[in-house]
T-cell receptor, first 113, second 111 residues
Framework: SQKIEQNSEALNIQEGKTATLTCNYTNYSPAYLQWYRQDPGRGPVFLLL?????KEKRKERLKVTFDTTLKQSLFHITASQPADSATYLCALDGPSNTGKLIFGQGTTLQVKP | EPEVTQTPSHQVTQMGQEVILRCVPI?????FYWYRQILGQKVEFLVSFYNNEISEKSEIFDDQFSVERPDGSNFTLKIRSTKLEDSAMYFC?????????FGPGTRLTVT
């Protein structure tokens, strides 16, 4: 079955630095990969989607890369701010094309002033 | 900006009781989902719903679970006989394309 690993549970960085989060997957070739933000006690909030034929996607201070050979996505937040502190979830589409998302366990980012 | 809403925000129920969790998806969305998240664990897919029928359901979504879209706006998840292990946050989501919009969740506590 599909497996997703976000390689660190927690990441602490200083304000202004770039945060880089990693998502690795196995046993599957997704058509697209998504990144969501989740704050404590809240629902996930969609950030970015990248398709299998795209190498990179940007939105404001966010950048996502997708390497289908390595089966890996990197999520970057540049010029990080304390307000970026949250848990970031990687999600793949399931193989049956019904919209089912398979989530990673998340990486909790703490940006210190 | 339109958003997905869910009620109640918190539901406490006794084991064996039926609960109905309610969701109002974004109005022009066509695809609807339920996910759950046990405290400290991953967000897990339960069911997807399109064109008034279930598209896919997970192993968690057994005979105790059902979904319904009783009118043009509401989307409900029913658990017929709750178990202790059903305690979790339940999120409704909707989409018109691939990106999904999640509601704030219902925290279900089964005692």
């Amino acid at each position: 079955s599909q497996k997703i690993e976000q390689n660190s549970e927690a990441l602490n960085i200083q304000e202004g630095k770039t945060a880089t989060l990693t998502c690795n997957y196995t046993n599957y070739s997704p058509a697209y990969l998504q990144w969501y933000r989740q704050d404590p006690g809240r629902g996930p909030v969609f950030l970015l989607l990248i398709r299998e034929n795209e190498k990179e996607k940007r939105k404001e201070r966010l950048k996502v890369t997708f390497d289908t050979t390595l089966k890996q996505s990197l999520f970057h937040i540049t010029a990080s701010q304390p307000a970026d502190s949250a848990t970031y979830l990687c999600a793949l589409d399931g193989p049956s094309n019904t919209g089912k998302l398979i989530f990673g366990q998340g990486t909790t980012l703490q940006v210190k002033p | 900006e339109p958003e997905v809403t869910q009620t109640p925000s918190h539901q406490v129920t006794q084991m064996g009781q039926e609960v109905i969790l309610r969701c109002v998806p974004i109005s022009n969305h066509l695809y609807f989902y339920w996910y759950r998240q046990i405290l400290g664990q991953k967000v897990e897919f339960l069911v997807s719903f399109y064109n008034n029928e279930i598209s896919e359901k997970s192993e968690i979504f057994d005979d105790q679970f059902s979904v319904e879209r009783p009118d043009g706006s509401n989307f409900t998840l029913k658990i017929r006989s709750t178990k202790l292990e059903d305690s979790a946050m339940y999120f409704c989501a909707s989409s018109v394309d691939y990106e999904q919009y999640f509601g704030p969740g219902t925290r279900l506590t089964v005692t």
